[in-house]
């Protein structure tokens, strides 16, 4: 269990996170959803150490965690083996089953740029989970995707979360997104500048296309999507 | 590369008319294809192949000096804010400086003989590249790709080898381009006095002599040379660039 108490962020002299208090369960998928400014990816960059701490505590912080980034996952010079083998500090072979499984082998000596996004991400979330890490911090990796692209990568990452169940950060904006993907979703409230709410979220077992459509009518879902949805909505005015 | 032959081409022909038309004095200004012939011959007879050689030797030991002491030196600015902090305002205040006009220095310094002329073309080398390198690995570091080795750390060797080097080949290429071009300069501006070796010396000897044809071979080699310098390095930058897009 992750255990965050009174953090506190600022940049020059503006105070972004305000006394943020969050519980993440270990092997749980956590979601950190609020509007644009809000400072999810600050508190995310805090928590994976990418950023100095300023004020407050977290408990049992993450020796080994890996980042799936938003933009330019991976090394653009670099072909997608070399990235996987450069990153992780292991052999291709060692990945073979994953990439046979996801159908993933074709690209390997393909540059970045010769894939789509959804590949890249793919191999991005990939590579997080094949790192052994405790810890995943997801910083808006299917943002820029269309629906389709995102379905797919969803079902991919639950796939993938299955075999370790690892802890997983998520940072979205995406409501649909973090009800789908999450177990608990935390608001991040920009006007408080901290977690006001969080909810807890019935998931499926196989997340795949039809199981998503049937998920979207649930009323569970709805009523969540609803409450997010004014929440999001009352902190932009 | 085709359409840069091309424009070649096509200026070469309207020299060619021009000569043959009498337009422009054949003196001072030999019709291309003679010029040609000349260069051909000059180079097979070895006396400007040799100081061809020369003077590229001159600037491959040149460049042996300057390229690990920019890129070290680009390296420690990149990495420790108080050696840059120190470093490049020396630099600023250097680099607009004729690099020309330390030469007579040069000359009390190291002698007449090939060191002062090494050292000129090192001097001229050093900078471009320091500069475009020290750009890129400024980049490189504050870009999200440093996060990426923050979270999967690198091995010392991918670090420098896979990371910083690869990773800022586009900047490091056009430094080298950039500098060994302006390193073309230099060499015949050095040999052109106290020198009785190198391209420089024989298109000053040429021009002594009143060989007009000589002087066109010599700076046609030059040309050459320079041509295919700036095209092996596009074209890798190119490389690069579609690849960082």
């Not at chain 1, 790192?131 to 995102?150: C, N, T, Y």
Request: charged content about 20%; some cysteine.
């Amino acid at each position: 269990m992750i255990e965050i108490k009174a953090l506190n962020h600022s940049f020059d002299n503006k105070q972004i996170l305000n006394q943020v208090n969050l519980l993440v369960e270990k092997g749980t998928i956590h979601s950190l959803i609020g509007t644009t400014g809000a400072g999810k990816t600050l508190l995310l960059r805090v928590l994976a150490g990418l950023e100095k701490m300023q004020t407050g505590s977290i408990t049992n912080s993450p020796k080994k965690l890996s980042f799936v980034f938003q933009k330019n996952p991976l090394f653009p010079w670099l072909t997608l083996k070399k990235n996987l083998e450069l990153t992780t500090g292991k052999n291709i072979l060692d990945f073979s089953a994953q990439l046979e499984k996801f159908k993933l082998t074709e690209y390997l000596n393909l540059y970045p740029y010769e894939i789509s996004g959804g590949t890249i991400q793919k191999f991005n979330l990939l590579r997080a989970f094949l790192s052994e890490a405790e810890v995943i911090f997801l910083d808006e990796p299917f943002s820029h995707l269309d629906i389709i692209q995102r379905e797919t990568l969803y079902e991919f990452t639950h796939e993938l979360w299955k075999e370790k169940k690892p802890t997983i950060i998520l940072v979205t904006h995406d409501i649909d997104e973090s009800l789908l993907l999450s177990h608990k979703i935390s608001f991040l409230s920009k006007k408080q500048k901290n977690i006001t709410q969080t909810f807890s979220v019935k998931t499926i077992s196989d997340l795949n296309q039809e199981n998503i459509l049937e998920l979207r009518k649930m009323p569970f879902y709805q009523d969540i999507f609803s409450n997010i949805y004014e929440l999001l909505k009352k902190d932009l005015v | 590369m085709k359409k840069g032959l091309l424009s070649c081409l096509i200026v070469i022909g309207f020299l060619e008319i021009l000569t043959a038309m009498g337009v422009i004095d054949k003196a001072f200004f030999p019709n291309p294809i003679l010029i040609f012939k000349n260069t051909f011959i000059l180079l097979s007879t070895d006396d400007l192949l040799h100081q061809t050689l020369f003077s590229l030797g001159r600037l491959a030991i040149a460049f042996c000096i300057s390229f690990p002491t920019a890129l070290i030196l680009a390296l420690l600015s990149a990495h420790i804010k108080t050696f840059d902090e120190l470093l490049n305002p020396l630099v600023a205040l250097s680099f607009p400086l004729p690099k020309v006009a330390l030469y007579p220095l040069l000359l009390l310094i190291f002698g007449i003989d090939s060191w002062s002329k090494i050292s000129l073309i090192s001097i001229g080398l050093f900078y471009l590249m320091f500069i475009n390198f020290r750009i890129g690995f400024l980049r490189i570091l504050s870009s999200n790709y440093h996060d990426i080795i923050k979270i999967y750390p690198l091995s010392i060797k991918n670090y420098y080898l896979n990371f910083l080097m690869a990773g800022t080949l586009q900047e490091i290429l056009t430094g080298l381009k950039l500098a060994l071009n302006y390193g073309l300069t230099l060499v015949v501006v050095s040999e052109i006095s106290a020198s009785n070796n190198g391209i420089g010396y024989f298109i000053w000897k040429s021009w002594d002599q009143f060989k007009i044809i000589n002087v066109y071979s010599g700076v046609f080699v030059l040309s050459i040379i320079g041509f295919a310098l700036y095209f092996t390095f596009n074209s890798f930058i190119e490389k690069i660039r579609l690849k960082s897009n």
